[in-house]
């Protein structure tokens, strides 16, 4: 019983770091009608960022600052510079489909080399904000520490955040029509393209975020977050790619999915009950478990 | 089509010319590129002909690759069954994924591809019988005697890659521009009037993933026989990402330009390994200058021309003729 | 019916249609009947319901009720992709040609079903004689819609006209029995639509056509009979003429008059 | 001063000409209905004016000032409001949020909350659900609260498409009553496009029937009503 | 139709003589590959970056700083050496590659110091060294196949094998830790499976096994591990990993208060490098590892305090274990390249490496074994401890030395006295 517990518990601080990420793809997804490949390049970029400024000031959280900066910056960037551009030629042809998937590998190829250019391939630590040392129970030590707490805690704040931002402000209504019906939300006198240019930024800085929380419990190369990248888009599917809401629940049904097989089955079945999931996913439900049944142009 | 054949039989002989010339090196690089023009076709078929993304090529290669390795080491076969199994498993794996592909739209389909590619490694390590990480080696042994002494190891290779790769494209191009290459033309350009003309589009779907598929994993052999090996990480997610550059380079839409874009992927290192001497030979440099230039190669190519160079000049031509 | 069609063999009929979407009825008990070498039109103002009757007919839409009879056979609702194989070919209000074809390769994809080359043959490229033949039959349909010039062309590169051409060709290549033509005057000029009726009146002696047309003066001029759609119902029907003085059509169509409507509240 | 002109309005949907020298213009607080049967061009029209679409020739203005070449967000701070085709609302918001998505271009969230309160007084049918999901309307309710949304932008010209498209005729009623008691009420100056022709006219000033892309005759509502080319345009006879 | 596939032929031969091009270039010089009257050319293949680069990154650096020295001095025979390191990312396939590239592009003389059983394994076999007969020397790897002359005729290892290793930790557990309930955790490889075939024969059961696939180490997967270990009780733990794997097992089993006696092979077992990889260095305390080399901070010993002069001067990294082993092949190379004298050849290297390789001087205490029939080097191991500080200790306070061979020979105590550091760290032989 105990197992079960602890498996729950390293499960949701699994999937707080998947629901980032998969919030990430999923704002884009619904802005800009990409699956933001470029994402892992531009969270692990934040977060080399994060991790050189908490490694001089030793505060990890002034890290986590400048990485959220960092990571919208860049997203911002990415929209304004790339996205743009991208749309603005590629637009006809038999590559009109694909030239965004592969322009966004591309573009993590792009930030991935550049990284390695900058601080190399080799593995980096961050201090880490909490213990890593697990907690006490009776006489017995479970895996479960105060950085998974801190990790789950900062989640849950960010979301707090981004559901205020979303139902409660003007740019978070401006954020959802535009997504939802972009033509109707320029008619109603939203600037979509700025919009959306701020979607590609919460997305990037929220991408900042996952990669600083996973990294305090791992390493950083520029490699390091490709899996990620997997378990955030597995998630975003589980949730439909649409909602938001549903990124959220998908990943935590990942995350504790993924320990239970980890705990009960085995480490190297990790990856294959996570590609599993997906295709079940996406033969029995194409349009994610929050769908009304409605299918979604894609 | 008598043209065609006696075309591809020059070719052959001026590659049979072309290796004998050259500096092992050059033919083992040879090898390579016609590693990659077969895998670079299967690409073009896929993408370009019937407009599916897939960002997994190389876990496609890599069933061809273990399947001829695992045929050649516990069945001790000739080369060429070899060959055929990787042929016939890939295709029977393309088939599986394609039925699951013919399901999903774009992003879908490509993050689903991208998963696999991530995550073939952990498959691989999975099962012993697949050699975990290490990997199977792959032998396909020494040339004939009767070719002589001199004759090096990487020259028969070299012979064995290239006549494959003569015949997979010509085998290819036929298809390509029989009413196969046509239909999955329409299906790509518009998938309900091809379905109201008569096309089921998605069993051409399907067949489009299988012969891809059959394509990839001949030349994921090809590559498990060029470094005697076959292990996770020869198929990575690199490779994939790499092969969609070089079709992208090429002209994601034209077959002829795949033995182009196979020069190009081979000849990339090279160039950045130059260029990183020049600028100072740090390990920085040499490891992930290759990187920078594929990804912006891909990135002006893919915004300034997705459909290939071969449309750009179309466009070109058609903007005078209207002057 | 116009008398010369009374004894003309029934080709299709739609028995009591039915299409829902979500909670919105689109189509409720919609009845045709098309007879052997006819010209049907189906008309009705904007939303009425005509494209969605085209397309529970290809399988695009799934009805909720109803049934669907070929030659007095009644069959199931065919997927889209079925339809050439019974007969049937429909061309796209928005033209759908395939953009990077060439015109010829176009209107061959509409002739796959005469081919005979598998793979096999395909692959080793021994399929000429057949694809011979494919194209023989393209250049055939096109220079019967008199655009057999541009075969080698680009789809992406002809005028308007010629692309609606090209389209009707590609139908035409499956050699139908039944052609459902959906708004084929939309955009066309007026020697375009004098073309486009005599083409229509041509095409009568091989072929049952139905058409979703908006442009009046070709409804009129091509349909022996033509059914009125509004609401998702079918208000009227019967030869031009007849359609033509129907109130209830006038009424769809330009709207109810305010002392009609007057009247309607007294009552 | 003057209301809304357009002239020798041109549009193309690339090879297709939509619109051929469209000429015509409104009057400050008065309402023209364009009318014309399904693929005149009419939606084109509306579209071409908000910003969504780029005319091929020609120029319009509105206020003495062109309109021509802006977009569409610069239009609604200029007070144009355009209700697009088929009830233009956003069914994954509540009813609350797409009215307030009218003023989301002002800075000032009170001035917002003031329209939207004359909007309700308009329409209490949606006061009582602003809580709800649009997606729970019904059609007629849709279209109010479409309406509603331009109207809390508080513009002085609307641009109303196809209001009656897809409803009951009882409805369809309801919503031109509608149309007319406010425009009345606020001093609107309104470009409706419909193609339910009688019930368009009966509540306008002016019309314009196109057929075909072009302009086949305009003038008073009233005199169009009779005038046979209104027959022609929509049943070709 | 006809002009479209004659358009389609342009494109292709234009791209067959455009890659045609590419294979210009010159033939080969007729001299010793990589050897002029001024340069030796070497190449090494090693991780630079990735999940296993953590320590052997600095080996590569180690060694060129010591040719540096050697170079500065008068170089070997006036020749200076050039060292050229490729990345292989402890991938096969890469290091297939990157030898590719060395002898064929780079046209390196032989190789040194390549690192890796798996990765060396697939080299031999696809690049052909034996075919080729490439020298390659100082192999960093203990895995026995490597010792058969048969099969690699060209290579020599400089490791002990892991078989040995093993078989001295055997011997080394039924001597000290008789009645503890036994763990062990190896890799999947040959690395691994060597050393377990070697604990079977030698009668050591454990009561818990767990093997893991090379590349899946991470926190995660160490988390199972200690609840696999803990729960079966294990209070004597033998690692088999390198030190990626070695560095979450311990920071785990930290933070789950987990604290068996830690045995870790010799190879992941770097205190510097794990401590630089989050693990906290009070875990290591109490630690026993079985070491070939002195500790790199032991400066009473001649070599390690040439070897850290030396450092200091042309390579400046942290002096640990591995820039120790750098330095030492460094050390072995320039003796080997003076054995086969002034007139340099492939085949004299590998005459030079059997007749006179035993008696080479090598910071390492055990006698090496190179032989006309043995190409192994090393042959023994002595246990060490660590302190709080990670600093390693001979264990019981002397240096016990334990040699061995990798079949069924006996583990024996020897009284070995390795030759002495050459003067300066300068060899002089020939």
Not at chain 1, 163 to 176: E, H, K, P, S, V
Request: charged share 15%.
């Amino acid at each position: 019983m105990q197992k079960v517990f602890e498996t729950i518990l390293i499960g949701l601080s699994t999937g707080s770091i998947y629901a980032l990420m998969s919030l990430a793809l999923v704002l884009v997804w619904r802005s800009t009608r990409v699956v933001n490949f470029a994402q892992a390049g531009q969270a692990m970029f934040s977060t080399y960022i994060g991790f050189e400024i908490s490694s001089r000031s030793e505060v990890f959280w002034l890290g986590l600052l400048f990485a959220i900066v960092a990571g919208a910056l860049l997203g911002a960037g990415v929209d304004y510079f790339f996205m743009r551009v991208l749309f603005k030629h590629a637009n006809s042809g038999p590559a009109a489909v694909v030239a965004p998937v592969i322009a966004t590998l591309g573009l993590l190829g792009l930030i991935r080399s550049f990284v390695g250019l900058t601080w190399g391939g080799e593995f980096k630590s961050i201090e880490t904000p909490a213990s890593t040392n697990g907690f006490t129970i009776g006489d017995s030590t479970i895996p479960f520490s105060p950085l998974n707490v801190l990790i789950i805690v900062t989640t849950a704040l960010i979301l707090i955040a981004l559901a205020i931002l979303f139902q409660r402000t003007n740019l978070g209504l401006a954020l959802r029509a535009s997504a939802y019906a972009p033509e109707i939300a320029q008619l109603a006198g939203i600037r979509t393209a700025r919009t959306r240019t701020i979607g590609w930024a919460i997305a990037g800085g929220v991408g900042g975020v996952a990669g600083m929380l996973v990294t305090a419990n791992n390493f950083l190369s520029p490699y390091s977050l490709d899996l990620l990248l997997v378990f955030g888009f597995i998630a975003a599917v589980i949730g439909g790619l649409e909602s938001m809401v549903g990124a959220v629940i998908g990943a935590f049904v990942l995350g504790i999915g993924l320990t239970f097989i980890l705990n009960y089955v085995g480490t190297s079945l990790v990856f294959i009950g996570g590609f599993t999931v997906l295709i079940l996913v996406l033969i029995i439900k194409p349009d994610g478990i929050m769908s009304r049944g409605k299918a979604r142009r894609a | 089509m008598r043209k065609k054949i006696l075309l591809f039989i020059v070719l052959g002989w001026v590659l049979l010319i072309v290796g004998d010339r050259v500096d092992e090196l050059r033919v083992y690089q040879g090898a390579q590129i016609a590693m990659y023009t077969i895998a670079l076709a299967s690409i073009v078929l896929l993408t370009g002909y019937s407009g599916q993304v897939s960002l997994g090529n190389g876990a496609m290669m890599a069933v061809g690759g273990y399947a001829a390795a695992l045929t050649l080491t516990n069945l001790q076969t000739p080369i060429w069954f070899a060959f055929l199994m990787a042929v016939i498993a890939a295709s029977l794996f393309g088939a599986l994924l394609g039925a699951a592909a013919a399901r999903l739209s774009g992003p879908y389909l490509a993050g689903t591809t991208l998963a696999l590619a991530v995550g073939l490694p952990a498959i691989a390590n999975q099962f012993t019988f697949l050699g975990g990480e290490p990997g199977i080696l792959f032998d396909v042994g020494f040339p004939p005697e009767r070719l002589g002494e001199d004759f090096t190891q990487y020259k028969w290779f070299f012979w064995i890659a290239s006549s494959i790769a003569l015949v997979a494209l010509f085998i290819t191009s036929n298809i390509l521009s029989s009413r196969f290459g046509r239909t999955w033309q329409a299906v790509r350009g518009n998938a309900l009037a091809a379905e109201l003309a008569g096309v089921n589009s998605s069993r051409w779907k399907i067949l489009a993933f299988t012969i891809s598929s059959a394509l990839a994993g001949l030349a994921g052999a090809v590559f498990a026989m060029n470094i005697s090996l076959v292990a996770p990480g020869a198929y990575s997610l690199a490779l994939s990402f790499a092969l969609v550059t070089g079709a992208v380079l090429a002209g994601i839409s034209s077959l002829p330009g795949v033995a182009f874009g196979a020069l190009i992927l081979v000849a990339i290192p090279e160039v950045a390994d130059a260029l990183a001497g020049r600028l100072g030979d740090a390990d920085k440099l040499n490891n992930y200058l290759p990187g920078l230039i594929v990804s912006v190669l891909l990135i002006l190519s893919v915004i300034y021309t997705p459909n290939g160079p071969g449309e750009n000049l179309r466009k070109l031509r058609h903007k005078r003729k209207a002057h | 019916m116009p008398d010369n069609l009374a004894d003309k063999k029934t080709v299709l009929s739609v028995n009591d249609l039915s299409v829902n979407f979500g909670g919105l009825k689109a189509l409720s008990g919609v009845n045709l009947e098309l007879k052997q070498g006819e010209v049907l039109g189906l008309i009705g103002p904007n939303g009425a319901g005509k494209t969605t009757v085209f397309n529970a007919l290809c399988g695009i839409v799934t009805p909720a009720g109803g049934s669907l009879s070929l030659k007095g056979k009644e069959i199931k609702w065919p997927k889209p992709y079925q339809l050439a194989k019974l007969g049937i070919a429909r061309t796209l209000q928005g033209v759908g040609l395939f953009p990077d074809l060439t015109v010829a390769d176009n209107v061959m994809i509409g002739a796959n079903r005469f081919a005979e080359a598998g793979l096999l043959r395909s692959s080793f490229g021994t399929n000429s004689k057949d694809e011979k033949r494919l194209r023989d039959r393209a250049q055939a349909a096109l220079e019967r819609v008199y655009v057999g010039g541009v075969s080698n062309r680009r789809a992406d590169t002809l005028s308007y006209p010629d692309t609606k051409r090209v389209s009707i060709a590609r139908a035409l290549v499956a050699e139908p029995e039944i052609l459902l033509l959906d708004e084929p005057a939309g955009g066309l000029g007026a020697q375009d639509i004098e073309w486009l009726n005599s083409l229509i009146n041509n095409l009568k002696a091989r072929t049952s056509i139905i058409i979703v047309e908006h442009h009046m003066d070709v409804v009129m001029s091509v349909c022996d009979r033509i059914y009125v759609l509004n609401f998702g119902q079918i208000i009227a029907s019967g030869t031009p003429q007849e359609v033509r003085n129907n109130d209830a059509v006038i009424e769809a169509y330009l709207g109810t008059h305010s002392k009609e409507k007057s009247a309607r509240k007294k009552a | 001063m003057s209301g809304l002109l357009v002239n020798n309005l041109s549009v193309s949907h690339g090879a297709i000409s939509a619109l051929r020298n469209v000429t015509f213009s409104v009057e400050p607080g008065q309402l023209a209905a364009v009318i014309g049967s399904n693929g005149a061009g009419k939606t084109t029209l509306l579209r071409t004016l908000s910003g969504l679409k780029d005319a091929s020739s020609g120029n319009a203005e509105w206020e003495g000032r062109a309109m021509l070449g802006k977009k569409p967000d610069e239009l609604v701070r200029r007070g144009i409001s355009h209700v697009s085709e088929g009830k233009s609302v956003i069914p994954e918001l509540t009813v609350k949020e797409n009215l307030v998505l009218g003023g989301i271009w002002r800075a000032n969230r009170s001035d917002t909350n003031a329209a939207i309160a004359e909007v309700v007084e308009l329409f209490p049918r949606l006061g009582e659900r602003m809580g709800q999901s649009a997606d729970t309307l019904s059609g007629g309710e849709r279209q109010m609260l479409a309406i509603g949304r331009a109207l809390v932008s508080r513009p002085k010209l609307l641009l109303l498409d196809e209001p009656s498209l897809g409803l009951a005729p009882l409805v369809i009623e309801q919503i031109f009553e509608t149309i007319d008691k406010l425009r009345h009420k606020l001093g609107l100056t309104v470009v409706l496009v419909e193609q339910n022709a009688m019930s368009a006219l009966e509540i306008a000033d002016t019309g314009v029937i196109i057929n075909l892309g072009e302009v086949v005759a305009s003038g008073k509502a009233s005199d169009l009503i009779n005038d046979p080319a209104l027959r022609a345009a929509y049943l070709g006879y | 139709m006809i002009r479209k596939t004659a358009r389609k032929r342009t494109w292709f031969v234009a791209a067959l003589l455009a890659s045609a091009g590419l294979f210009a270039s010159t033939l080969p010089a007729n001299a010793e590959t990589g050897v002029s009257s001024s340069e030796i050319k070497l190449g090494i293949t090693l991780p630079l970056t990735g999940a296993a680069s953590p320590g052997y990154n600095k080996i590569g650096n180690a060694m060129n700083a010591y040719f540096k020295y050697v170079n500065e001095n008068g170089g070997v025979y006036g020749r200076k050496i050039t060292l050229i390191q490729k990345n292989d990312e402890y991938s096969p396939q890469l290091s297939i590659a990157k030898t590719n590239e060395l002898i064929l592009k780079d046209k390196v003389f032989a190789l040194v110091g390549p690192l890796g059983t798996a990765n060396f394994t697939a080299v031999h076999k696809s690049v052909g060294i034996a075919k080729r007969k490439v020298p390659s020397l100082f192999l960093n790897t203990g895995f026995s196949g490597f010792a058969s002359k048969k099969n690699y005729p060209t290579s020599f290892t400089i490791l002990p094998s892991y078989a040995m290793e093993a078989k001295i930790v055997a011997q080394f557990i039924k001597e000290n830790l008789t009645g503890k309930k036994l763990g062990l955790v190896y890799q999947n490889d040959e690395f691994g499976i060597d050393a377990l075939g070697a604990f079977k024969d030698a009668g050591v059961k454990f009561d818990v096994s767990i093997p893991y696939t090379s590349g899946t180490q991470s926190a995660a997967t160490a988390q199972t591990w200690v609840s696999q270990l803990a729960a079966g009780g294990a209070q004597v733990v033998v690692f088999f990993g390198v030190t990626s794997a070695t560095a979450p097992l311990l920071a785990v089993s930290a933070a789950a208060k987990y604290a068996p006696q830690w045995i870790l092979g010799s190879v992941g077992s770097d205190p510097l490098t794990l401590r630089a990889l989050g693990v906290p260095v009070a875990v290591l305390n109490g630690a026993l590892t079985p070491a070939g080399n002195p500790s790199p901070n032991d400066t009473s010993d001649e070599y390690v305090k040439q070897f850290q002069e030396i450092n200091a001067k042309y390579n400046n990294a942290d002096f640990d274990d591995y820039v120790l082993q750098g330095m030492n092949i460094g050390l072995m190379t320039v003796q080997a390249l003076r054995a086969a004298g002034r007139n340099l050849t492939r085949a004299g290297l590998i005459r030079a490496m059997e007749s006179k390789g035993s008696s080479f001087a090598s910071v390492a205490y055990s006698p090496l074994g190179y032989s006309k029939t043995s190409n192994v080097g090393h042959t023994g191991y002595y246990m060490a401890v660590m302190d709080a500080k990670g600093d390693r200790k001979p264990y019981g306070g002397s240096v016990v030395l334990y040699t061995t061979d990798s079949a069924k020979g006996p583990v024996v105590k020897s009284n070995f006295k390795r030759p002495a550091m050459p003067a300066k760290g300068l060899p002089t032989n020939s």
